[in-house]
């Protein structure tokens, strides 16, 4: 197949088309949303966090099911929360695993490698990429902090990826933020090899959304997100990003408060349940099909890169 976009060190050590990852988030990624993405030419992700091996068996065969051979679809973990079973599973299985919010650790990634994947570490700072270097992962993925979902970090994306591009010779997919090609081109002149996309698609027919989510993803700006605790109950300083809007239902019971994102089937207030969006959102001006977003753009960094030559 064409390559649609010039080729990257990400796409290179992947094997996937188009330099974008999707955003592996908890909860809501089903198989479809990883599938269309990676069928889009990108990689699609998997959120590992909860889910048994058997689980994450299951996940992965259904996703490649619909993408076919050639899609690419990782999965991603939460340190704290990580079952070491589910992870050697999905390191036998997935071309890439993903760790975040955790220490970079050499074994882990061991670990990840002997089962066959590339391992990639979600950094927050300079120092966090340099440990993820030395612990032996193949990919960095840099998180500014106006990535929706939890935030490891307090640095703006693009200041973050200057940093630690000057330093780390490693593939890096920038995250944060990113959700039209502007953004995502101002990425790659910044060092990047690759972007995530997150909350854009939140709001596509594949993600398993709540419907009123979805609808104030679509309504809310930039200036509606802010990064809180709010949302810790089982998770102690772990900082978020979420609509404002969430914390504001709950009033002052945060009991009623869900650090889950409102599933289709969620039974609770929603309103109060972990609205989560980053100032990306943005972007998000109606429910699409994830490939559509995918193919938006990339069509919008072709022209963006021809426009400014290579």
Known sequence: MAVL????????????????QQAGMGGVSTPELAAAVARAGGLGMLGGAGLSAAQVAE?????????????????????????????????ELAPVVECFYGAPDEELVERGHHGGALVAW????????????????????????????????????????DEVRDRVALP???????????????????????VRIGTRL???PEA???????????????????ITEAFSLAWPNAPHRVLRSCIAASGDDPSIRSPLPPTRDFAGRWEAAALYAGTSVDDVRRIE??????????A???????????
């Open 202 to 204: 939140l709001a596509t």
């Open 289 to 298: 099909p994830a490939a559509r977003i995918v193919g938006e753009l990339v």
């Open 208 to 226: 398993d959304v709540h419907p009123a989510y979805a609808a104030a993803l679509v309504t809310a700006g930039a200036d509606d997100t802010v």
């Open 5 to 20: 976009f010039p080729e990257t060190s990400f796409t290179q050590l992947v094997g996937c088309r188009v330099p974008i």
């Open 300 to 310: 919008d960094l072709i022209r963006l890169h021809d426009r400014e030559g290579p």
């Open 122 to 161: 979600q950094v927050g700072s300079l120092d966090e990429a340099r440990a993820a270097v030395d612990a032996g992962c193949d990919v960095l993925v840099v998180q500014g902090h106006e990535a929706g979902g939890h935030v490891r970090g307090t640095t703006p994306l693009l200041r973050l990826l």
């Open 59 to 91: 996940q992965l065969d259904a996703a490649l099911g619909v993408a076919g051979e050639d899609g690419r679809i990782g999965v991603n973990f939460l340190v704290p929360f990580l079952d070491p079973a589910a992870f050697e599973s999905a390191a």
């Open 172 to 194: 890096l997919v920038a995250a944060g933020g990113i959700g039209n090609g502007e953004r995502a081109a101002a990425a790659f002149a910044g060092g990047a090899d690759a």
